[in-house]
């Protein structure tokens, strides 16, 4: 299963690249890129990027949260308060 799964990942990125060999005169699966759509395209990948740190932040502060209401609740237990 191992030597099969590294010929998979060894062929993956030439499957991917055949695509570039076409003959549409360099012209991407998307179609025309523009200045428009390049500047679209990086505008969300800076959006996007800003989101998923702000919901990985949100998310950490509620784990942490968690964490030390269940450390807090352990502490009393041991104390009997």
Do not use: H
């Not at 590294?6 to 003959?23: Q, R």
């Not at 549409?24 to 025309?32: A, L, M, P, V």
């Not at 523009?34 to 969300?44: E, P, S, W």
């Amino acid at each position: 299963m191992r030597p099969l799964a590294a010929i998979a990942a060894f062929c993956m990125p030439l499957v991917l690249a055949a695509s570039a060999f076409a003959a549409d005169n360099g012209e991407g699966t998307y179609g025309e890129t523009d200045d428009k759509v390049i500047t679209f395209a990086a505008l969300g990948l800076v959006v996007g990027f800003a989101l998923l740190v702000t919901l990985l932040s949100i998310l950490q502060g509620v784990l942490e949260r968690r964490k030390e209401e269940r450390k807090a609740l352990e502490i009393r237990r041991r104390v009997g308060w």
